[in-house]
Nanobody, 127 residues
Framework: QVQLVESGGGLVQSGGSLRLSCAAS????????MGWFRQAPGKKREFVSAITWSGDNTHYGDSVRGRFTSSRDNAKNTVYLQMNNLKPEDTAVYYCAASNLDYGIGLYTSEWQYDVWGQGTQVTISS
């Protein structure tokens, strides 16, 4: 069973950038589709991005499209989320997740499609 650990969160000003990392261990990372979700206080967990096993295909939620970019390095068992032009409404705990479906070829937007979750990393954007 793969395990996921996120890092890179923090406090930045509106308009700034952060890069989150999610390191995987204990499984075959290159066969997994990966996703990022976020949860703000008092709100439901929200889909942010998805990436296929190869990294060739990505998909983003409407609220982050054009500002966030997901990528992965299978040699390092790591997936990244580059976040630019951050806004106060991006404040949330960000989670990465791994999916065993379809040998990693899909782009999944629902929580139930993911099997393993990280512990989350806090991102806070000040206005």
């Amino acid at each position: 069973q793969v395990q996921l650990v996120e890092s890179g969160g923090g406090l930045v000003q509106s308009g700034g950038s952060l890069r989150l990392s999610c390191a995987a261990s204990g499984g075959t990372f290159s066969s997994l589709a990966m996703g990022w979700f976020r949860q703000a206080p008092g709100k439901k967990r929200e889909f942010v991005s998805a990436i296929t096993w190869s990294g060739d295909n990505t998909h983003y939620g409407d609220s982050v499209r054009g500002r966030f970019t997901s990528s992965r390095d299978n040699a390092k068992n790591t997936v990244y989320l580059q976040m630019n032009n951050l806004k106060p409404e991006d404040t949330a705990v960000y989670y990465c997740a791994a999916s065993n479906l379809d040998y990693g070829i899909g782009l999944y937007t629902s929580e139930w499609q993911y099997d393993v979750w990280g512990q989350g990393t806090q991102v806070t954007i000040s206005s």
